[in-house]
């Protein structure tokens, strides 16, 4: 008898427990798409030349054909425009600000053109925020990334 109680229970609890599990579907976090720069630095040792990428990854194939933005600013550094450095922007990156992913377009890019002076060495750092598009979008694994300029 004692055996057959024992089993009962062990039913019972198992019942309970499906029956929870039941009324409480598990819910899936939403597919995102995501921004992020494609390096976490950069520097200007190989050359003065520095390409800076945001990249775009869907994660749910349904908003690969949607257009998506993310703003992307100067935050900070002791870099000083047109006297360390010059940025020119290339296709359809036309500045500083809301960047437009059109359907399709997984990375968005601009030149860093360095200007090599005598002290020490320059920063700049670029931040990614606020993306928007008809579904939810996160900034990713950089969300930040700094540019070094190595002067002699």
């Not at 995501?34 to 030349?49: I, K, P, V």
């Amino acid at each position: 008898m004692n055996t057959f109680g024992k089993i009962v229970g062990v039913v019972w609890v198992g019942a309970l427990t499906i029956a929870a599990i039941a009324v409480h579907p598990a819910s899936a976090e939403p597919l995102l798409t995501l921004f992020t720069f494609s390096q976490g630095a950069y520097d200007d040792r190989a050359s003065n030349e520095i390409v800076v990428t945001i990249t775009r990854t869907d994660q749910d194939q349904a908003t690969e054909n949607q257009q998506f933005t993310v703003n992307c600013q100067l935050t900070g550094g002791d870099a000083v425009a047109n006297q360390d450095y010059r940025v020119s922007f290339n296709g359809a990156m036309w500045g500083l600000g809301k960047v437009t992913f059109p359907p399709g377009v997984h990375e968005q890019s601009f030149t860093i053109y360095t200007y090599k002076t005598s002290g020490p060495n320059k920063k700049l750092t670029l931040a990614l925020s606020d993306p928007e598009g008809p579904a939810p979008a996160v900034t990713g694994d950089n969300p930040t990334t700094s540019v070094t300029i190595v002067n002699q």
